[in-house]
């Protein structure tokens, strides 16, 4: 069974950093294209970024520069590292897997409040 | 603001046809990008509903069809039912690289 499962959501203070994880089972992060959507409370669906099977990311320009992600290949995992965190920021964080473009495979979230 | 347009709200009564446009520009869906659909209960997780334009993955309805004309796409939903009400969002993709979303449109079966 293709299942993501994402991880390290909670509360940080403005300024700060976390880094959630995304593992995944049944699905390679090397071998597909790898996205992070966020959702902010009672909002729409927003791209944070992507890295492709061959390794070049790519970001939404509202977190460029403060965000970056990566991949483990062996554990299989996928990183959104995210630093100077602002209010903003708080949402459901989702990671998916990709076919042409398009997102295929979801996770179930992982909640970030950015508040002090 | 979202880069795609979607109207904020659409109903309809069970049995009926319901569509739900998706507007972007010459940078995205005109420039020959494909358009994939996505449907979110809330408090779930999105999950693929049209890929490709017109594309259904295995386990959806074929209530559900997708097309797409110019700088627009459309979703179209027949023989509406009340487990349909969700919100619906379309996406597609630019020439930086970047994945674009609508703003999303709220599906009431009434």
């Known amino acids: 069974e293709v299942q993501l499962v994402e991880s390290g959501g909670g509360l940080v203070q403005p300024g700060g950093s976390l880094r959630l994880s995304c593992a995944a089972s049944g699905f390679s992060v090397s071998s597909n294209y790898m996205s992070w959507v966020r959702q902010a409370p009672g909002k729409g669906l927003e791209w944070v970024s992507v890295?492709?099977?061959?390794?070049?990311?790519y970001y939404a320009d509202s977190v460029k520069g403060r965000f970056t992600i990566s991949r483990h290949s062996s554990k299989n995992t996928l990183y959104l590292q995210m630093n100077s965190l602002r209010a903003e920021d708080t949402a459901v964080y989702y990671c998916?897997?990709?076919?042409?473009?398009?997102?295929?495979?979801w996770g179930k979230g992982t909640t970030v409040t950015v508040s002090s | 603001q979202s880069v795609l347009t979607q109207p904020p709200s659409v109903s309809g009564a069970p049995g009926q046809r319901v569509s739900i446009s998706c507007t972007g520009s010459?940078?995205?869906?005109?420039?020959?990008?494909?358009v994939h659909w996505y449907q979110q209960v809330p408090g779930t997780a999105p999950k693929l509903l049209i890929y490709?334009?017109?594309n259904r993955p295995s386990g959806v309805p074929d209530r559900f069809s997708g097309s797409k004309s110019g700088t627009s796409a459309s979703l179209a939903i027949t023989g509406l039912q009340a487990e349909d009400e969700a919100d619906y969002y379309c996406q597609s993709y630019d020439s930086t690289g970047r994945r674009v979303f609508g703003g999303g449109t709220k599906l009431t079966v009434l």
């Open positions: 010459s940078s995205n869906i005109g420039a020959g990008y494909d």
């Open positions: 490709g334009n017109t």
């Open positions: 890295i492709y099977s061959g390794g070049n990311t």
């Open positions: 998916a897997g990709e076919g042409d473009s398009y997102m295929h495979v």
